[in-house]
């Protein structure tokens, strides 16, 4: 069957042929429909994240899929199911985080990633997976099925951010998303229509017309050019938010996120910068921190609840939001075309077969 | 009346005579009885924070005090009864945090502190203040009433850090604590004896002999010197932590804290360091917090239902503990012992009246 691989760091992915795989006990067998790129694929493409499976030259990417059961092997699974799966697996067996359904909290060398770091991804015709790591989607859903992944970052991310604040009344009136990729811009739509928060502001760093900005105005959103206002000057030029949201992997908005809080306020990281030394005022920083009682948290990953609570959000996005932000699925010939980068591109995905 | 005041920065406080106040309606009228001295009173004094009441040239200092009323002056308070005030007053009539019982999460302007900025505190014979700022304790704590308020302000640290880690199952094994001063220790005890940590670690930089580390070894405690084994270097040298818990106001222990922490860890900082800059790795302490799902949580003040939960913890420490930790509880005639900093220091009152 074919497949997309990736030597990391070779800078390309390929068509490749690779054996069907056979559902083991316990799994099913999935024929792959659609497969979302993000951010992630092209760190991996570049080498700058993720590893090929132990003995592996290549990697097969993908880790936002939406398939079909084929063979659901004796599992609770039905063919002809719609299913997402989860991304983490067990490397050797289990272990106490994914016994207890908590996969995203395990630490390095308690988890591989499909499609990412030491086990195959999805973009192939066919896939297996333990039934419990497929999660059922509805059948009107599965054509959107690939942004359930990347929502569900978002429901742990927000899950997190949320948590934090549980211990007093916080009000989330205003909230700053970094970055107006499509991670951005769907965390953006959660906020706008679901999250119910009054006034939101996206920052990116793209010249108008631009169809990241013009959804971002379209959701009612702010569109922040970063190159205009940093992010430390937001709260003088439009407002201090209660809820930063950084997408970006830029190691300086995790410091700048301080000083565009609000009082009280919570700021949620997802980016992974590499390692990069610079100036800060710590002071003026931690001093912020404490006497407004501000809150900084790094997320990862997330876990099959979090897949659940994404396919509700799916279920509940604007239709034109979700039109708005696909800007292309390519057949499995014109592959490609999903890893181009151009800046009418907010969101590609590869299709494997019809849904 | 007898009180004790500063001109902030002036560097030492004076025995002061001033009007005895008379309690407006709902206030009660409170005969002092021991007011505790901190860090942050030494700050005060330095005048590197707070600062007087609009109009005076002078602050009474005090933010840890225990008294017992003198007069109920028609509020719910009994005569006698032992009281524990707290801090935070709304400045203007009241607002929505002072409603809703969280002044501890009042911004800038939305409050003066009694003792520290904008209204003067309980180092005085006699104070005045609302009953429903003032928390009854038992006779019997009485003698130590002036540790619940530094108590109140770890309550409230240790809320918000747990509520942060609530989204998950977080195993809170390790505890390191960051500073040796009578906050740090007084969290110590509380971690090790109330809160049931395995392991747990207080930094400092003083030589043996010293009553601190006696009292950190004494609780099971292991004492680290942060002039052989920096922050970063714990987890080498000793183990990453779940919980970091700073009170040392020294600023880099902010983002070293990303570094001592564990994966899923949580550091909670309570310095208010002076503005510094210095350089950092951003880019790895970005990624850390993100790939481990680590957070990092300012918090400042405390409100009542913090001091409820600090009377019970007092109530819970082990006297030896309380015992070893004020090193002295000085008459008015001998106050200025009090603000004393030796090596032999760690907690320190001033008695105004005997409990």
Chains 1, 2 share one sequence.
Not at 116 to 141: Q, R
Not at 194 to 204: N, P
Not at 218 to 231: F, M, Q
Not at 238 to 249: K, P, S
Request: glycine content about 10%; charged content about 25%.
């Amino acid at each position: 069957m074919k497949a997309i691989a990736v030597e990391p760091g070779a800078g390309t992915p390929a068509l490749v042929d690779v054996p069907r795989p056979e559902p083991a006990r316990g799994e099913a067998l999935v024929r792959t429909l659609r497969v979302g790129v993000d951010g992630t694929d092209h760190e991996v493409i570049a080498g700058h994240h993720g590893d090929v499976p132990a003995g592996a030259d290549q990697l097969v990417l993908g880790h936002e899929a939406v398939g079909v059961v084929e063979d659901p092997n004796g599992t609770d699974l039905e063919r002809g199911e719609y299913v997402v799966p989860t991304v983490r697996r067990p490397p050797n067996g289990t272990n106490a985080y994914f016994e207890r359904g908590e996969p995203d909290m395990a630490p390095d060398g308690e988890y591989v990633e499909r499609g990412i770091v030491g086990a195959h991804g999805f973009m192939a015709e066919y896939v297996t997976s333990p039934a419990t790591d497929l999660v059922a989607i509805s059948a009107d859903l599965a054509e959107h099925g690939f942004l359930v992944e990347p929502i569900s970052i978002t429901e742990k991310a927000l899950e997190h951010a949320f948590a934090s604040r549980a211990a007093f009344e916080w009000d989330h009136e205003s909230a700053l998303v970094l970055g107006n990729g499509s991670l951005g811009l769907l965390t953006l739509a959660m906020l706008e229509t679901i999250y119910d928060v009054d006034r939101t502001y996206c920052l990116g760093r793209r010249d108008r017309p631009d169809p990241s900005i013009d959804l971002i105005e379209a959701l009612g959103s702010t569109y922040i050019d970063s190159r205009e206002t940093p992010v430390s000057a937001i709260p003088e030029a439009y407002e201090a938010v209660d809820l930063v949201y950084e997408a970006t992997g830029y190691a300086k908005h995790a410091f700048e996120t301080v000083d565009a809080l609000a009082p009280n306020g919570v700021g949620v990281l997802l980016g992974v910068p590499e390692p990069w030394s610079f100036e800060v005022d710590g002071g003026r920083l931690h001093r912020e921190l404490v006497l407004h009682n501000k809150a900084l948290l790094g997320t990862v990953n997330s876990n099959r609840g979090h897949f659940e609570s994404a396919i509700d959000t799916l279920s509940q996005l604007p239709e034109w939001v979700l039109a708005d932000l696909v800007t292309g699925v390519y057949d499995l010939e014109a592959y490609d075309a999903a890893f181009g980068t151009g800046d009418d591109v907010i969101k590609t995905a590869v299709e494997f077969d019809t849904v």
